[in-house]
């Protein structure tokens, strides 16, 4: 079966069209937070692990950030199976 250059550029924008309007739902964006949030944290937790004892402040600041995104993540985990890092 062969396909015109016509044919190709309707099935190209009509698959554009589709993933614009999957990535406006709230589900798939707040599957996307939850998925995303993941490696950040664990990036913070490195970052505390190297200030740890050379700068109350900033380990503090660290702490709160921490904590801050994994409320989110937890709020967001129910829609985590329909997130993907983009």
């Keep these: 079966?062969?396909?015109?250059?016509t044919q190709l550029k309707q099935i190209i924008k009509e698959e554009l069209e589709l993933n614009e309007v999957d990535n406006t739902r709230p589900e798939k964006i707040?599957?996307?937070?939850?998925?995303?949030?993941?490696?950040?944290?664990e990036k913070l937790k490195a970052a505390k692990r190297?200030?740890?004892?050379?700068?109350d402040e900033l380990e503090d600041?660290?702490?709160e950030l921490q904590s801050e995104l994994k409320m989110y993540q937890?709020?967001?985990?129910?829609?985590?199976?329909s997130g993907e890092i983009r």
């Design 1 to 5: 079966m062969k396909i015109t250059k």
């Design 30 to 41: 707040l599957g996307d937070i939850h998925v995303r949030l993941g490696p950040i944290i």
């Design 50 to 55: 190297v200030v740890k004892g050379k700068s």
């Design 61 to 63: 600041f660290l702490h």
């Design 74 to 81: 937890r709020t967001t985990h129910k829609y985590k199976d």
